[in-house]
C-alpha cells in the first residue's frame, strides 16, 4: 500500500505546470527593462521608447528568433563610447519595418567625428548576428554606422543609413560639414551580402576591413567617400569580393582600396567590380593606394594586392573636372596577378598616376 506522502507527491508531480516554451511567447521591449524577459522568447516586438542615455540597447538572442520593430527607437544623449544598439545570436530573423533607429547625431556632431572633440558612440549600430535583416533605417548616427561582424552567413537587405543633416555646418563645427567619420557599413567578416540599401553619410558608404565571400550590390551611396576596401591593416586577408550594381553619386571617391603604407603579411585578392556607376567623384574616380593615409605618397610593400577586376557587366566613372578618373600607387612588386578592366569606362576628369602597376589590361585612362 502506498503511503499517504508517496501519494501527495504523485498528485504534485501530475499537476504542475509544464516548463515555459520559448517558441509559444512573445517578448515585448518598450523599455530596457523589458529585455532579459523579452529574450527568453523567439518572438520579440520592439515599441517605441527612448533608451537611456549612456547605456547600450543589447539583445542576446535564442537561435532562431524573430524580431520586429514596431515603434521608433530613440536614444539619450551623453559622450560616452557606445555602442548605441547591439544585437547578437544565430539564424535571426530582424524585420526593421522601415522603423527608425534615431541615433540623436546633432547632439554630438562637431566636424571632427572620430578624430577628435566630444566622445561620440560608435558604432551605433553593432551587428553580430547570422540569417537576415531587413529594412532597418537609421538616421542622424553620432559616427560610424554598423559595424558587422556575422558569426555566420548574414543577409541584410533595404537597409537605410540618412545623415543628411550632417551635410550642413552647425554651432559646433566652425563652418565644416557637422557629420564627420559617419561610414556606413564597417565589415570584418565573412559570407555577408548587403543589398538594396541606401547611404547617405560623409564618410565611406563600405569600408571593408577585413573577410571573405563579401557582396555589396545594387546599393545607393550619396556624399560620402564611397564605396571601400580598407584601410588595410597588418596580417589581413580580403578576398573573394563582389561590387556590383551599385550606384555611388557626389562622393570624393567612387571605389577605393587603400592599404597602411606600414602594414604588413595582408593580401587583398579576388575582387570584381561589375556594372557599377559613380557620378561627380570629386577627387577620384578610381584610387588604389599603398600610401594610406595619404592618397598617394610612399607606398609600402608588405600588402599584396592581386586580381582586381572591372569586368562582367560595365562600370561608369564620372568625376569633376580637376580630379582624377583614376590613380593607383602601388609599391615595388606589391600589384600582382591580372587585372582585367575591360569593362571600365571613365570620364570628366584628369589622367592620374599609374605607378609600379603593369598588370592592368583592357582599359586606357
Known amino acids: 500500500m502506498l503511503s499517504l506522502l508517496t501519494l501527495a507527491s504523485l498528485t504534485s508531480l501530475a499537476v504542475a505546470a509544464p516548463a515555459s516554451d520559448s517558441s509559444s511567447c512573445t517578448g515585448t521591449i518598450a523599455s530596457l527593462d523589458d529585455v532579459a524577459a523579452a529574450v527568453e522568447c523567439t518572438t520579440v516586438n520592439i515599441e517605441a521608447f527612448t533608451v537611456t542615455a549612456g547605456q547600450t540597447f543589447s539583445l542576446d538572442l535564442l537561435d532562431g528568433t524573430s524580431v520586429n520593430m514596431l515603434g521608433e527607437v530613440q536614444f539619450g544623449n551623453v559622450s560616452w563610447a557606445g555602442p548605441l544598439f547591439e544585437i547578437k545570436g544565430n539564424d ?174 595582408s593580401t587583398v585578392t579576388d575582387v570584381t567590380y561589375s556594372g557599377n556607376t559613380a557620378t561627380n567623384c570629386t577627387e577620384y574616380g578610381i584610387l588604389i593606394t599603398q600610401s594610406y593615409p595619404a592618397s598617394l605618397g610612399t607606398p609600402g610593400t608588405g600588402v599584396d594586392i592581386s586580381d582586381i577586376n572591372f569586368n562582367g557587366s560595365p562600370t561608369t566613372v564620372n568625376t569633376a573636372s580637376g580630379a582624377y578618373m583614376v590613380a593607383v600607387d602601388c609599391g615595388v612588386g606589391s600589384c600582382t596577378g591580372t587585372w582585367d578592366w575591360s569593362d571600365l569606362t571613365t570620364s570628366g576628369g584628369e589622367v592620374g598616376p599609374v605607378d609600379n602597376c603593369t598588370v592592368i589590361e583592357g582599359y586606357t585612362q
Open 92 to 265: 535571426i530573423t530582424f524585420n526593421g519595418n522601415n522603423v527608425i533607429f534615431d541615433g540623436g547625431g546633432p547632439f554630438y556632431w562637431d566636424g571632427l567625428g572620430t578624430n577628435g572633440g566630444t566622445t561620440k558612440p560608435h558604432p551605433m549600430m553593432k551587428i553580430e548576428i547570422s540569417g537576415t535583416m531587413n529594412n532597418v533605417k537609421v538616421v542622424n548616427s553620432p559616427a560610424q554606422c554598423f559595424s558587422v561582424s556575422n558569426p555566420a552567413a548574414l543577409t541584410m537587405t533595404g537597409t537605410i543609413v540618412d545623415n543628411t543633416q550632417g551635410n550642413y555646418p552647425n554651432s559646433q563645427s566652425n563652418g565644416l560639414p557637422a557629420g564627420h567619420n559617419t561610414d556606413g557599413f564597417d565589415v570584418s567578416t565573412n559570407d555577408l551580402t548587403i543589398t538594396g540599401s541606401t547611404v547617405i553619410n560623409q564618410d565611406d558608404c563600405l569600408a571593408i576591413n577585413k573577410g571573405t565571400n563579401i557582396v555589396f550590390s545594387d546599393n545607393y551611396c550619396s556624399g560620402g567617400h564611397g564605396i571601400s576596401i580598407g584601410s588595410i591593416t597588418s596580417n589581413v586577408v580580403v578576398s573573394g569580393i563582389t561590387i556590383s550594381g551599385n550606384t555611388v553619386i557626389n562622393s570624393q571617391q567612387g571605389f577605393r582600396i587603400k592599404t597602411d603604407a606600414d602594414a604588413t603579411n
